[in-house]
């Protein structure tokens, strides 16, 4: 009996994160700069944001600190991971932390397009 509520909460675990991918990344990649596949395993997404360098951002930690400073949203340089130029988000938070991250970071980047460099 025990083993099959493991079994059983880890499968609705696994659902949920599931559930939270299939909505994080089509969302991700309406943000412009990002660019993002399927992820296949655990629970980070890979975003490539080589678009947005240049003028404003110069690397891809620019992106994220500025992400943190400014949208208040938490992600990992890529470069720590041999990915220069990406960013790594976790979507181990609630639904509804995604998708205040996602709303906060889109008016970050519509706003830094239209902001002089």
Known sequence: ENREETVAAVDRMFKEYERRRDWLIPALNTIDGFKC????????????????????????????????????????????????GFLRLSYATSMENLQNAVDRVANLLSAAAVQPA
């Open 37 to 84: 596949g399927m992820p296949e395993g655990a629970f980070y997404a890979f975003v490539d944001v080589r678009e947005l360098l240049g003028s404003r951002f110069k690397t891809s930690a620019d992106v994220a600190d500025a992400m943190l400073t400014q949208a208040h949203v938490v992600v990992t340089d890529g470069a720590g991971f041999g990915a220069d």
